[in-house]
């Protein structure tokens, strides 16, 4: 079957609904026209549990099992937005595919996408998904986002949704020159969303927002 009735969506899932959505996060500050256009295309009651599809346009973070959660689309906007100030669209490597919805959108801005997600049951529901809806610019790994890839890098950007306590050092490595990292770094209760622009040989850090995310944990799932 087709994938297309699905992922146009109907009454709550419908594009009417998505383009709401656009609007309400265009009056919160989201102006970047590639990330907007990215969130009216992406159907993200395609990435969470059917029983939760009514609620895919609201703006909230929602369930996906294994005690995740899809980031809330103002956060996947804003973290989009804030990451796209780098030199490059070339390679984004983002820590914690989850469900693949920021993954997907990522697909919209850059060349090519390499997501890192640690339990391997998430890992393989969203590769088939990502697959099936036709996601080509992408590579998925089932490993420890801690790690990075070294044998990739350096990235453009580097996007990690989920929080660890520090700043991971061997990612930072991988920034590429006048590239950047955007980071929720706190406990499991609150966070800063930090920024870190590699200019030079300094790292510049800016704080964008206070944020929660599900912490970032050291090994496989
Ligand atoms: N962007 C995702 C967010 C999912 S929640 C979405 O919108 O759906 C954060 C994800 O990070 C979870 O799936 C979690 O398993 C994963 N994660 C946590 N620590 C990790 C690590 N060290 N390496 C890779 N993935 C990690």
Redesign the pocket.
């Known amino acids: 079957m087709s994938i297309e009735p699905l992922a146009r969506g109907i009454g709550m899932t419908s594009q009417r609904t998505r383009d709401r959505l656009v609007e309400r996060l265009k009056s919160q500050g989201i102006n970047n026209p590639a990330v907007l256009e990215a969130i009216r295309t992406v159907p993200r009651h395609l990435?969470m549990d059917e029983a939760l599809a009514s609620r895919a346009y609201e703006d909230t973070a929602l369930p996906?099992g294994?005690n995740?959660?899809?980031?809330q689309p103002y956060i996947?906007a804003r973290m989009s937005a804030a990451i796209l100030t780098a030199e490059g669209r070339g390679k984004v490597l983002?820590?914690?595919?989850?469900?693949?919805?920021?993954?997907a959108i990522l697909a919209k801005l850059f060349k090519k996408v390499y997501s890192?997600?640690?339990?391997r049951s998430?890992y393989e529901q969203t590769a088939n998904l990502l697959q099936k809806i036709q996601v080509p610019n992408l590579s998925l790994r089932c490993?420890?986002?801690?790690l990075g890839l070294p044998h990739v890098a350096p990235f453009d950007a580097i996007i990690i949704?989920?929080a660890p306590p520090e700043i991971p050092e061997q990612l930072l490595q991988q920034i590429g020159p006048n590239g950047c990292m955007v980071v929720p770094v706190g406990d499991s209760r609150s966070q800063q969303l930090l920024r870190i622009t590699r200019q030079g040989d300094r790292l510049v850090e800016e704080v964008l927002n206070q944020v929660s995310?599900?912490?970032?944990?050291?090994g496989r799932?």
Do not use: C, H, W
């Not at 995740?68 to 980031?71: D, F, H």
């Not at 914690?96 to 993954?103: A, F, H, L, N, R």
């Not at 995310?213 to 050291?218: D, R």
């Open positions: 990435f996906i294994n995740q959660t899809i980031s996947v983002e820590i914690g595919t989850g469900s693949g919805y920021q993954t890192i997600e640690r339990i998430l490993a420890d986002g801690y949704t989920a995310f599900v912490p970032m944990l050291k799932g």
